[in-house]
T-cell receptor, first 108, second 112 residues
């Protein structure tokens, strides 16, 4: 059964800092992995999709890596901004199981 | 990418009644899922909606309480039956292809 863990559970940083969010999963038989953000009271917005054959994917200030064999993914956010404040969730694709996410607050 | 329409977006219901939530995808998808998200919590998978057959429920969720239909590749419904205040939550529909997943905006349910 797939289990997803995200570390840290919460993170508060000053604006401009670079930061790393970590995701680990127990079942490496996945085909892709997706990172989402969720703003309070809203649905999920897809940030990045990493195919299982890729090791990383970039979109603007976001870079996600995937090490499928070890069951790990990281999301790197460069030059953080207050608008980045949200909950970040990773989901290995197969059956979509989520961990508890990382609640990020970027202080102006 | 796929666009998911979920209805209603919110509702306030009396205890003991039932509410059916609809999820419509604008393109064919492989899998559809239903989640519950309680205040301050992450998403908990209720079930996988299977086309033309009974849904596959996760531990702690049962068909009598959360009947699910998926008559075709692009549409699914979740019913929350015999509601109690403990069912107050956000319910989210998700759909995935072999490549990626998409989410509706959710249904905010309040049971009074």
């Amino acid at each position: 059964k797939q289990e997803v863990t995200q570390i840290p559970a919460a993170l508060s940083v000053p604006e401009g800092e670079n930061l790393v969010l970590n995701c680990s999963f127990t079942d490496s038989a996945i085909y892709n992995l997706q990172w989402f953000r969720q703003d309070p009271g809203k649905g999920l917005t897809s940030l990045l999709l990493i195919q299982s054959s890729q090791r990383e994917q970039t979109s603007g200030r976001l870079n996600a890596s995937l090490d499928k064999s070890s069951g790990r993914s990281t999301l790197y956010i460069a030059a953080s901004q207050p608008g980045d404040s949200a909950t970040y969730l990773c989901a290995p694709l197969g059956k979509l199981i989520f961990g508890t996410g990382t609640l990020l607050a970027v202080q102006p | 990418s796929a666009v998911i329409s979920q209805k209603p977006s919110r509702d306030i219901c009396q205890r003991g009644t039932s509410l059916t939530i609809q999820c419509q995808v604008d393109s064919q998808v492989t899998m559809m899922f239903w989640y519950r998200q309680q205040p301050g919590q992450s998403l908990t998978l209720i079930a996988t909606a299977n086309q033309g057959s009974e849904a596959t429920y996760e531990s702690g969720f049962v068909i009598d309480k959360f009947p699910i239909s998926r008559p075709n590749l692009t549409f699914s419904t979740l019913t929350v039956s015999n509601m109690s205040p403990e069912d107050s939550s956000i319910y989210l529909c998700s759909a995935s292809t072999d490549r990626e997943a998409f989410f509706g905006q959710g249904t905010r349910l309040t049971v009074v």
